[in-house]
Structure formats: structure tokens, C-alpha cells
T-cell receptor
Framework: GDSVTQMEGPVTLSEEAFLTINCTYT??????LFWYVQYPGEGLQLLLK?????DKGSNKGFEATYRKETTSFHLEKGSVQVSDSAVYFC??????????FGPGTRLSVLP | EAEVAQSPRYKITEKSQAVAFWCDPI?????LYWYRQILGQGPELLVQ????????DSQLPKDRFSAERLKGVDSTLKIQPAELGDSAMYLC?????????????FGQGTRLTVV
């Protein structure tokens, strides 16, 4: 079945550091790819998405590029802030229309 | 801005008791999902509705869990009897029908603690 793999956390960075969170997927068909963010005690919020190969999703300084050849969708940000501390989930949506999530990566940004 | 509404936000119940969660999706969203998220893990699908019909409930523990979406609008998820292992966040989400490219919108979730 479809699956998503993310780098293990937690990730701890200093403010203004560069962030990369790796995400790879396995899917039958041609999925759409998403990054969601979850703050403590809250539901998931969409951060960005990409729907076809080589698409780049971007929002709030975060970016991710849909790489079909490597089945990857890595999340990057050039300069993180303390307010970016949260759990980040990579997800895919394929033909079954269900969303399949990775295990999440906890990010802590220190001032 | 339209939101997915869930209630209650928090629920504490004793094991063997019944508990119910409610979800009101964004207006016009035909697809509704219930996910369970265990602390420190990603959400896992319990049930997916298309309008009032169940599309996927393969991971729903049907001996104790039930879900309905009468009239294809709001939905209720019930657990009876609750077990200690049911302690988790229960998330409701909705999305537009027939569009695999669109995102799901999530509610704030119900945090269930079974004691």
C-alpha cells in the first residue's frame, strides 16, 4: 500500500539556521503531496502542496519540490524562527482519495 | 474563513463507558474523514465518507467503533465500550469531492483520555 517515510526527529536548530526535513513516498499511481504542520494540542494545518512532478510548493518561507524520479518531497526553509517550532507531517493523496501521513518530525527552534 | 468544527475538545471517560465525538465539515465538502492520532505518531484513517456513504472503514475496529454521517453533512464517531488503548486525538477532516489534488482541512481535534 501507499506509505510515507520521514526523517526521525526531534530536530533542534538555532534561530536563523537552515532547515531540511526529508520525506520519501511509495504510491501506486500519481499522488498529490502535502506538508502539514501541527502545533501543540491543535489539529493539522496545510503548509504547502504540490500536484505534479517538478512542482514547487511554497508558503511562509517554506518550500518543497515534487521529485518523481526520487519519489521525494523534502521540506526546506532558509532561516527558521522560534515560532516555527512544531511537528511537521508529510502526506500523500492518491487514487483512493485517502490521505496517508508520515510519522511526523518534531522541530524545536532555540532563540 | 470556513472551518471544520469538532466537539468536545477534550473528553475524559472511564473504560467500558460510551463516548461520542461530533464533526461539522466545511460547507460543500462531500468527503469527510475521521483519523486517530496516537501521541507522537501520524494520523491514521479510521473511516472515510463520501456524502452519507462509507468509502473506507477497513481500519475501523467495528466491534467497538461506529460512525455515521446522516444526510451527508455532519458526522458522529462513537466508541462503546471505551478501552484504555483508545486514548488518543481524534481528528475530523473534510475535502472537496472528486478532486484528488485538493487538500484536507482539519478540525482542532478531540483529545480523549480513557481512565
Amino acid at each position: 500500500g501507499d506509505s510515507v517515510t520521514q526523517m526521525e526527529g526531534p530536530v533542534t536548530l538555532s534561530e536563523e539556521a537552515f532547515l531540511t526535513i526529508n520525506c520519501t513516498y511509495t504510491a501506486t499511481g500519481y499522488p498529490s503531496l502535502f506538508w502539514y504542520v501541527q502545533y501543540p494540542g491543535e489539529g493539522l494545518q496545510l503548509l504547502l502542496k504540490a500536484t505534479k512532478a517538478d512542482d514547487k510548493g511554497s508558503n511562509k518561507g517554506f518550500e518543497a519540490t515534487y521529485r518523481k524520479e526520487t519519489t521525494s518531497f523534502h521540506l526546506e526553509k532558509g532561516s527558521v524562527q522560534v515560532s516555527d517550532s512544531a511537528v511537521y507531517f508529510c502526506a500523500l493523496r492518491a487514487g483512493g482519495q485517502n490521505f496517508v501521513f508520515g510519522p511526523g518530525t518534531r522541530l524545536s527552534v532555540l532563540p | 474563513e470556513a472551518e471544520v468544527a469538532q466537539s468536545p475538545r477534550y473528553k475524559i471517560t472511564e473504560k467500558s463507558q460510551a463516548v461520542a465525538f461530533w464533526c461539522d465539515p466545511i460547507s460543500g465538502h462531500a468527503t469527510l474523514y475521521w483519523y486517530r492520532q496516537i501521541l507522537g505518531q501520524g494520523p491514521e484513517l479510521l473511516v472515510q465518507f463520501q456524502d452519507e456513504s462509507v468509502v473506507d472503514d477497513s481500519q475501523l475496529p467495528k466491534d467497538r467503533f461506529s460512525a455515521e454521517r446522516l444526510k451527508g453533512v455532519d458526522s458522529t464517531l462513537k466508541i462503546q465500550p471505551a478501552e484504555l488503548g483508545d486514548s488518543a486525538m481524534y481528528l475530523c477532516a473534510s475535502s472537496r469531492m472528486g478532486a484528488t489534488l485538493t487538500e484536507a482541512f482539519f478540525g482542532q481535534g478531540t483529545r480523549l483520555t480513557v481512565v
